[in-house]
């Protein structure tokens, strides 16, 4: 059993819809980084969230410690949201356990 | 400011052969770190360099070195390449310190490799 799992493994919605994407960890963390690989294969940075919620534009990331528990909500979604969302936990030190991440399509 | 770049942006190589990969970063971050990226398996870490001078080993190190050449560089070798190293390579960097104990990655563009 991997130590950070998401799911689902691929999701598809069409525009404007309401998407939800959930990570969840087996291992003691300090916090939970929320990362976007575009298509082209970059990857960026979207949230490292230690505690409650945090919101950037149309993103939504919160986290539930006790339940170790965290989800990525993207509201009124549009086709150029659809990359790989990963999480990663931030256990010891400065390292990142990854999930395998979520392809997401969004279909206009 | 560049952030973290990597060279090369693709590679193919013989089984056998050895090749560098080079990373730099011009933000100042202690942390640095390579990564391999495989369908199916998320990304894992190689190595990692927690500051100057000093390198650990990740969850897969094998068929791999590193150097931390200087604050700025860290390079990963591969010394005898085989199929199985075929995957795509990313460097990141962090900085110590941030209020609360924890820091954001920052990530290069990744490098492509295959190995035939």
């Known amino acids: 059993k991997n130590e950070v799992e998401q799911s689902p493994q691929n999701l598809t919605a069409q525009e404007g819809e309401f998407i939800t994407i959930n990570c969840s960890y087996s291992?003691?963390?300090?916090?939970l980084h929320w990362l976007q690989q575009h298509p082209g294969g970059g990857i960026v940075s979207l949230f490292m969230?230690?505690?409650g919620k945090k919101k950037h534009g149309r993103l939504i990331a919160t986290i539930n410690i006790q339940e170790k528990h965290s989800s990525l909500h993207i509201t009124a979604s549009h086709p150029r949201d659809s990359a790989v969302y990963i999480c990663a936990a931030l256990t010891s030190g400065s390292r990142l356990t990854f999930g395998e991440g979520t392809q997401l399509t969004v279909n206009p | 400011n560049a952030g973290v770049t990597q060279t090369p942006k693709f590679q193919v190589l013989k089984t056998g052969q050895s090749m560098t990969l080079q990373c730099a970063q011009d933000m100042n971050h202690n942390s640095m770190y390579w990564y391999r990226q495989d369908p199916g398996m998320g990304l894992r870490l190689i190595y990692y360099?927690?500051?100057?001078?000093?390198?650990d080993k990740g969850e897969v190190p094998n068929g791999y070195n590193v150097s931390r050449l200087n604050k700025r560089e860290f390079s990963l070798r591969l010394e005898s390449a085989a199929p199985s190293q075929t995957s795509v390579y990313f460097c990141?960097?962090?900085?110590?310190?941030?209020?609360?104990?924890?820091?954001?990655?920052?990530f290069g563009p990744g490098t492509r490799l295959l190995v035939l």
């Open positions: 969230l230690s505690s």
């Open positions: 990141a960097s962090s900085s110590l310190g941030l209020a609360g104990g924890w820091e954001t990655q920052y």
């Open positions: 291992v003691g963390i300090s916090a």
């Open positions: 360099s927690a500051s100057e001078g000093t390198t």
